[in-house]
């Protein structure tokens, strides 16, 4: 019988063939535990963008849209960016599993692990204000980003339900005003009553969100006016304190959001 | 030559990097075995599997380097044989329904398995044991190498968590699924009168 080792390590010695250096091992290693904490981290950015649109939810319009939870659901859930912590999740499970020891893990205990790293760091990176940052960010210089957020506030058109939006385009008293809303038509607002958020006051030309009451033809009764965006930094939590206050005061206990 | 008989495989492996006779000693201890693993796993003919066998060490000896002293090198040498199968059956379909166990395997693997599964050793009448051979060709591919290493190579639950680089508690969970499913085609080939108490 030939001796298939001695024929092997013949053909090793004749193609020259060298094992592969420590540093091809190394560099093998490196990029998968990098690849894998790089998931971890957009997984983190994508969780803290979610917290951040979720903090910042209009969840008060519940209320308006009792017929419709579909339609909440989708206005209040950041699908776009669940996708993608679920993508990088998804990611950095598949490298995990290729490090030394990472097939030893079950599936469903790396994907936690990774969901919870991603929600601890997300949770920081939230907290330092980044999460607003790139939330901007990607409005400002992302068309398709901007559209999809967009899209959501479409919710607005529905005056039958006490939302309505558009742009102030005539200031007719400090009673009234006239708006054109997102499809085009002229409505008069009554803001006798109406409470401004934040530092909003009535300019020719400014995009607002109103909740308040359909009278009639064309014609709303403002409870409160929102602006359209919200703006960049402006100090969340004594923002919305602020407003709460402000609107337990002067507005009807029906329209506060619980 | 019978110093390194005694030698653990991991000191042959650092004595590989720096002299390449010592990998010889390597490749003959698993030659015979990583042989039959290649039989038990595919029908090649044997000149083909002395192909994949020189493939298997090639791959070994170039990434000596890369072996985890962690792990049991025997693990190792048999995770690169069980990828380098899989492979060669990518590229050229080689394992077919029929797979090259002999009796003797049948029987080991029976004898092996009897206790959980309840069948008895009677299977020396060779028709019996060709249904035998039936029932275990027509186990899906996982289970199959799976009862191979456990039953025929005798690997431990690690070992094979190491080779297969699955969990070991999925490792356990296919092993049980393995053998009710051999159970479950045994009955279909009516081995149960013969084999099946």
């Known amino acids: 019988m030939p001796d298939i080792s001695k024929d092997i390590l013949g053909k090793i010695k004749k193609k020259k063939l060298r094992p592969y250096p420590k540093q091809y091992f190394f560099l093998k290693r490196s990029v998968i535990w990098v690849v894998f904490s790089l998931s971890i981290f957009f997984g983190s950015i994508a969780c803290a963008i979610t917290l951040f649109q979720l903090r910042y939810a209009q969840w008060d319009l519940y209320k308006h849209l009792t017929h419709s939870l579909t339609e909440f659901v989708l206005l209040v859930i950041p699908f776009f960016w669940l996708t993608f912590l679920l993508g990088f999740t998804w990611l950095a499970y598949y490298y995990f599993r290729r490090t030394e020891r990472g097939y030893q893990y079950t599936a469903i205990w790396v994907v936690l692990l990774s969901i919870t790293l991603s929600i601890i760091i997300g949770g920081f990176l939230y907290s330092t204000g980044l999460s607003e940052k790139l939330e901007f960010a990607f409005q400002e210089n992302l068309p398709f980003y901007k559209e999809l957020q967009e899209s959501k506030q479409k919710v607005w058109m529905s005056p039958e339900h006490g939302l309505l939006a558009g742009k102030i385009i005539k200031i007719i008293s400090d009673q009234k005003m006239e708006i054109k809303d997102l499809k085009g038509s002229i409505w008069v607002i009554d803001i006798a009553d109406s409470i401004w958020r934040g530092r909003l006051r009535p300019v020719k030309n400014l995009k607002i969100k109103i909740l308040g009451k359909m009278l009639g033809q064309n014609q709303f009764k403002a409870d409160e006016i929102r602006p359209w965006k919200r703006r960049r930094g402006s100090g969340k939590k004594k923002y919305l304190q602020r407003t709460e206050k402000k609107m337990k005061e002067k507005i009807p206990s029906n329209c506060i959001s619980k | ?197």
Request: proline residues 3%; charged residues 30%.
């Open chain 2, 1 to 197: 030559m019978n110093d390194y008989k005694n030698m653990p495989d991991e000191q042959l492996v650092q004595l590989s990097l720096n002299n390449q006779d010592y990998f010889y000693y390597l490749m003959k201890r698993y030659e015979i075995k990583l042989l039959r693993y290649i039989k038990r796993l595919t029908t090649v003919s044997p000149e083909e599997a002395k192909d994949i066998i020189q493939e298997i060490f090639i791959k070994v000896y170039r990434n000596l380097n890369g072996f985890n002293p962690k792990l049991k090198f025997s693990s190792w040498i048999y995770r690169i044989a069980h990828n380098e199968i899989i492979n060669q059956y990518r590229k050229t379909k080689l394992c077919s329904s029929i797979i090259s166990l002999n009796i003797e395997d049948e029987s080991n693997l029976i004898d092996a398995i009897n206790d959980s599964i309840e069948i008895d050793g009677a299977y020396e009448n060779l028709e019996t044991a060709e249904r035998v051979r039936k029932a275990i060709a027509k186990l899906p591919d996982k289970y199959r190498e799976i009862l191979v290493l456990r039953y025929l190579e005798d690997k431990s639950y690690e070992e094979i968590s190491d080779i297969l680089r699955k969990p070991p508690g999925t490792v356990a969970t296919q092993i049980n699924r393995a053998k009710a499913s051999f159970k479950k085609i045994a009955w279909r080939h009516q081995l149960d009168k013969e084999i099946i108490k």
